[in-house]
């Protein structure tokens, strides 16, 4: 809903890039739902599937394409400021620490080194979580001082 309704809503007005982080992140949806089908086909039927890959992958496009998106509504002016920066600074973190710790977690990394990682992942998807929050309580207030006023595009 988030991705569909942005791209009706603003996907003109904010350029190339935030169309792309927008199609990213719809497209990351595809695959998180390919990943959970795949982990309950395995629960059930106990056949190994690959879920895992398919669900990360589809996390890591879904953060990189809202900070896209994020990233070209900030540059606009077009998306509520504090909620569009939170959510870009966020998702474009977890991303980091995502490859971060397929690059580090290779067997040779610390019990300490591995815990940091979780906890600054976990800070900063309940970062990008309440980044989404506010740009969404932004556009439905329209209440944020310096927001460029576009309106929706016709369909």
Do not use: D
């Not at 979780?118 to 001082?145: C, H, M, R």
């Amino acid at each position: 809903i988030f991705v569909v309704g942005f791209a009706i809503s603003y996907g003109r007005q904010i350029g190339l890039l935030g169309q792309t982080g927008l199609l990213v992140a719809f497209a990351s949806l595809l695959s998180l739902g390919f990943g959970s089908i795949g982990h309950l086909a395995e629960m059930i039927g106990g056949t190994e599937s690959g879920w895992w890959y398919f669900f990360i992958y589809g996390l890591m496009c879904l953060l990189g394409g809202s900070a896209l998106f994020c990233l070209a509504g900030t540059i606009s002016k077009a998306l509520p400021s504090v909620g569009s920066k939170l959510t870009m600074f966020a998702g474009f973190s977890v991303l980091a620490l995502l490859l971060l710790s397929i690059v580090f977690f290779s067997g040779t990394a610390s019990e300490t080194m591995r815990v940091g990682f979780i906890a600054a992942s976990t800070a900063s998807l309940v970062a990008f979580i309440t980044g989404l929050f506010l740009l969404g309580y932004g556009l439905w207030s329209k209440n944020e001082p310096g927001l460029a006023r576009i309106e929706p595009a016709a369909m």
